[in-house]
């Protein structure tokens, strides 16, 4: 499966962004999906995963009540609604199709990235 996010951009603290990963393929809904970031000089960290059904997601603590993952089969396209931004939350967001995980290596596709940066 391929994936493209976009979405992303300089905003100011506290306010709401939402990205988006398009996925192309017939076999987007034998996936698990998850969001993915890394900042600068930082290693790529676990953000959000959602079950190929969308029934079960989970989240880093460190964005848990604030993003939420969901995913729309029928589109083929997975969302990330990240409320409360806060400057921590600068990095480069991936997409990335695999198990349901927090880990990258069992992720095998991934999109380009989507850069989103938090400053006042």
């Known amino acids: 499966v391929q994936l493209q996010a976009s979405g992303g951009g300089l905003v100011q603290p506290g306010v709401s962004l939402r990205l988006s990963c398009a996925a192309s393929?017939?076999?987007?809904?034998?996936?698990?999906m998850s969001w993915f970031r890394q900042a600068p000089g930082k290693e790529r960290e676990f953000v959000a995963v959602?079950?190929?059904?969308?029934?079960?997601?989970y989240y880093a603590d460190s964005v848990k009540g604030r993003f939420t993952i969901s995913r729309d089969n029928a589109k083929n396209t997975m969302y990330l609604q990240m409320n409360s931004l806060k400057p921590e939350d600068t990095a480069i967001y991936y997409c990335?199709?695999?198990?349901?995980?927090?880990?990258?290596?069992?992720?095998?596709?991934w999109g380009q990235g989507t850069q989103v940066t938090v400053s006042s």
């Open positions: 393929g017939r076999t987007f809904t034998t996936y698990a």
């Open positions: 990335a199709a695999g198990v349901f995980s927090v880990y990258t290596t069992d992720f095998g596709s």
């Open positions: 959602i079950s190929w059904s969308g029934g079960s997601t």
